[in-house]
């Protein structure tokens, strides 16, 4: 099995059944104070339209889980910053 890293998507094009999602890296070009990052495309995920319900289904899975974490990551931060602080108690 193969493992390709994509920064993001550079496009998507839907022809014949066939969706080509093409998948780019950010690349230096330049040199000293004129470096900048360039997309450049590197590899093209290609799947049948049939799949493609599926295939977002399970991404926006992923993003629900990625955001349910990302809440109670900064829930417990936020707890233990009020703990680091102190509560008052009642009669105080």
Known sequence: ????????????????????????????????????????????????TSALREFTAQLANSVKQIAERAGQEGGEAAAAGEGARGKKKKGD
Not at 10 to 32: D, K, M, W
Request: aromatic share 2%; hydrophobic share 45%.
């Open 1 to 48: 099995m193969n493992e390709i890293f994509a920064d993001g998507i550079s496009g998507i094009v839907i022809a014949n059944n066939v969706v080509r999602v093409e998948l780019a890296r950010l690349r230096p070009t330049g040199q000293g104070d004129q470096q900048k990052l360039v997309a450049q495309t590197t590899a093209t995920l290609i799947l049948p």
